[in-house]
T-cell receptor
Framework: AQKVTQAQTEISVVEKEDVTLDCVYETRDTTYYLFWYKQPPSGELVFLIRRNSFDEQNEISGRYSWNFQKSTSSFNFTITASQVVDSAVYFC????????????FGGGTRLMVKP | SAVISQKPSRDICQRGTSLTIQCQVDSQVTMMFWYRQQPGQSLTLIATANQGSEATYESGFVIDKFPISRPNLTFSTLTVSNMSPEDSSIYLCSVEMLAKLDNEQFFGPGTRLTVL
């Protein structure tokens, strides 16, 4: 069985603050993918990143960075210098590497960035 | 990447009626999935839409309530039958594409359903 836990249900920060969204997962699979998605108020799900379990190298994309720690089963997401447009619900998800398997989503973290 | 469209984008329906949601992809995909997101909740997989055969449903979801069709590699429909207010959700189509050595997975824009 797979499980993804996002312990922070809601975070509120002031613009320009850095914020880290936590994600902890459980799986019996030895190979898997981890994802982060953003869901703005409009409702669409925006893909942010996919990381496979072979690759623990941290990744940075502009103001976004991801810290994958296989030893602690965590895949945390940091937004640097947050902006109001970052306000959204962020979902962490897990899927086995084999094609055709479903995504297991965490409960989501609602991020509110105040001006 | 795949461009996914869903129709309708939103609807308000009366209790006891049914609504069919369409998902169209601009390229052939290997897998198509239907997810439900109840208000304030995370996404839950309803079923995997299989081309030319019956969909594979997850625990808690049944074909009579959520019949699914997938006549070809680019199109699928999900019907929400005999609706009740508890069916008010966003319904999202998701597709998986085999790209190089990775499996890309994308989501449609969603259909926001309100049942009165």
């Amino acid at each position: 069985a797979q499980k993804v836990t996002q312990a922070q249900t809601e975070i509120s920060v002031v613009e320009k603050e850095d914020v880290t969204l936590d994600c902890v997962y459980e799986t019996r699979d030895t190979t898997y993918y981890l994802f982060w998605y953003k869901q703005p108020p409009s409702g669409e799900l925006v893909f942010l990143i996919r990381r496979n379990s072979f690759d623990e190298q941290n990744e940075i994309s502009g103001r976004y960075s991801w810290n994958f720690q296989k030893s602690t089963s965590s895949f945390n997401f940091t937004i640097t210098a947050s902006q109001v447009v970052d306000s959204a619900v962020y979902f962490c998800a897990l899927r086995p590497l084999v094609a055709g398997n479903m995504l297991t989503f965490g409960g989501g973290t609602r991020l509110m960035v105040k001006p | 990447s795949a461009v996914i469209s869903q129709k309708p984008s939103r609807d308000i329906c009366q209790r006891g009626t049914s609504l069919t949601i369409q998902c169209q992809v601009d390229s052939q995909v290997t897998m198509m999935f239907w997810y439900r997101q109840q208000p304030g909740q995370s996404l839950t997989l309803i079923a995997t839409a299989n081309q030319g055969s019956e969909a594979t449903y997850e625990s808690g979801f049944v074909i009579d309530k959520f019949p699914i069709s997938r006549p070809n590699l680019t199109f699928s429909t999900l019907t929400v039958s005999n609706m009740s207010p508890e069916d008010s959700s966003i319904y999202l189509c998701s597709v998986e594409m085999l790209a190089k050595l990775d499996n890309e997975q994308f989501f449609g824009p969603g259909t926001r359903l309100t049942v009165l």
